[in-house]
């Protein structure tokens, strides 16, 4: 089984900054991809940024130039930092892996429970 643990997050101005983290447990023989969702209040949950093994990223229109996607492979980690924040990024953020773990014979979905991000004055 593979555990997700999001950080971060919280209240912040609009064009403030935020940073999120998502560490990788269990018992994980490899990660493709690793992202950010998230998902607002009456509406669907939408890819934010996502960063594959070999460090391609691709972004949602809506956070390109502001929002930056890293991981460190050792430590099965993922980090998402936010600049200029506007209202429409308030959203509960989901951390996600695509992952290979015991107990399983092929690449799996897993997720974070979520973290709230709110951007208002």
């Known amino acids: 089984q593979v555990q997700l643990v999001e950080s971060g997050g919280g209240l912040v101005k609009p064009g403030g900054s935020l940073s999120l983290s998502c560490a990788a447990s269990?018992?994980?023989?490899?990660?493709?991809?690793m992202g950010w969702y998230r998902q607002a209040p009456g509406k669907q949950r939408e890819l934010v940024a996502v960063?594959?093994?070999?460090?391609?990223?691709n972004y949602a229109d809506s956070v390109k130039g502001r929002f930056t996607i890293s991981r460190d492979s050792a430590k099965k980690a993922v980090y998402l930092q936010m600049n200029s924040l506007k209202p429409e990024d308030t959203a509960v953020y989901y951390c996600?892996?695509?992952?290979?773990?015991?107990?399983?014979?092929?690449?799996?979905?897993?997720w974070g429970q979520g973290t709230q991000v709110s951007v208002s004055s």
């Open positions: 996600n892996a695509e992952a290979w773990a015991r107990g399983t014979t092929t690449y799996m979905d897993y």
């Open positions: 269990g018992t994980i023989f490899d990660i493709n991809k």
């Open positions: 960063i594959r093994s070999g460090a391609s990223t």
